[in-house]
């Protein structure tokens, strides 16, 4: 069984800080779930391009407001408390945060803790255990 709280995560090398983002990783590949689980906020005022060409995404969030376009033509959706998305087809697309939105997001398969997105909002299909 794993227990561990949010406490647990901050302030060490499972909370992951990119420009736009704070991902407070909270179950990672390592623990052989088959899915990775993070609290992640989306900083207010950014607008962040995201292509998860190699992983599905599902995302509830729970605090904030924002929207999702997919690009490169549309649609765009409004997001905000109880709304879920899920990238099944690995839509790129940009997330927008008007209010910070604190989103609970599921990654299959799932991630080591180290990624980042790369210059097309991309995190590498798999990354070798340190």
């Not at 794993?2 to 736009?20: A, F, S, Y």
């Not at 209010?99 to 590498?124: A, I, Q």
């Amino acid at each position: 069984m794993i227990v561990k709280t949010l406490d647990d995560v901050l302030g060490t090398e499972h909370e992951v800080k990119g420009g736009n983002w704070t991902s407070r990783r909270l179950i990672l590949r390592d623990a052989k779930m088959g899915f990775s689980l993070h609290d992640t906020l989306i900083h207010e005022g950014t607008e962040t391009l995201i292509w998860y060409k190699n992983h599905l995404e599902a995302v509830y969030c729970i605090e904030g407001q924002g929207e999702i376009e997919v690009l490169p033509d549309g649609p765009t959706h409004p997001i905000r408390a109880g709304t879920l998305y899920a990238l099944d087809g690995h839509e790129k697309h940009l997330l927008r945060a008007f209010k910070e939105m604190r989103m609970v997001c599921v990654f299959n398969p799932p991630l080591t803790g180290r990624e980042v997105h790369d210059e097309h909002g991309v995190y590498p299909a798999m990354l070798e255990d340190a």
